[in-house]
């Protein structure tokens, strides 16, 4: 069916360690896929995004990466810090009328 | 004004009563969504609005939630018969670009149905 799978569920790193996270999508025709944090008791907010037509884009810690092919992109961030420590989503849009996002990884960095 | 603003931002409400939530998007966005957040867990799409087109409604979890849009700009959200289940954070975001930019989202509501 339409999804959007995401995996971990919870993820736990030292400081200053890289982590990543992967989510796969149904829809082939899918073009967009942006990753937003969500901290504690605050709204999701974006923090980078990939069109399908790159298969990678940085800004300075993070990264995603995006393979058409197996539909699946992942987002790396490396040298992590304890400010990093928060819930991550993905998201694409999944047909002309619904933008679905993953269940959610919960990223703890340890001081 | 300046982002999305959601009212009320907070709910409390008897099992079985009527609840209406209000989403004022970003002044010239055109694609408003609604997303519900239970406690602890992901963003559950609900709905989305592109305009005036008439909306896809199948994400909507029952036929006592309903959503409408006017004027191509606030949005509102009804919850009928409200249950326990209903209970979550309801979220509402707009964006520029439909499908394919940056959503921006809302404070929430709170939902508590006793």
């Known amino acids: 069916g339409e999804n959007v799978e995401q995996h971990p569920s919870t993820l736990s790193v030292q400081e200053g360690d890289s982590a990543v996270i992967k989510c796969t999508y149904s829809d082939s025709a899918s073009n967009y896929f942006p990753w937003y944090k969500q901290e504690l008791g605050k709204r999701p907010q974006l923090i980078i995004d990939i069109r399908s037509n790159v298969g990678e884009k940085k800004d300075q810690r993070i990264a995603v990466t995006l393979n058409k092919t197996a539909k699946h992109f992942s987002l790396h961030i490396t040298e992590t810090q304890p400010e990093d420590s928060a819930v991550y989503f993905c998201?694409?849009?999944?047909?002309?009328?619904?933008?679905?996002f993953g269940s959610g990884t919960k990223l703890n960095v340890k001081p | 004004g300046a982002g999305v603003s959601q009212s009320p931002s907070n709910k409390v409400t008897e099992k079985g009563k009527d609840v209406e939530l209000r989403c004022d998007p970003i002044s010239g966005h055109t694609a408003l969504y609604w997303y519900r957040q239970s406690l602890g867990q992901g963003l559950e799409f609900l709905i989305y609005f592109q305009g005036n087109s008439a909306p896809d409604k199948s994400g909507l979890p029952s036929d006592r939630f309903s959503a409408e849009r006017t004027g191509g700009s606030v949005s509102t959200l009804t919850i009928q018969r409200t249950q326990q289940e209903d209970s979550a954070v309801y979220l509402c975001?707009?964006?520029?670009?439909?499908?394919?930019?940056?959503?921006?989202f809302g404070e929430g509501s709170r939902l508590t149905v006793l």
């Open positions: 975001a707009s964006s520029l670009v439909v499908l394919t930019g940056e959503l921006f």
């Open positions: 998201a694409a849009p999944l047909g002309f009328n619904k933008f679905y």
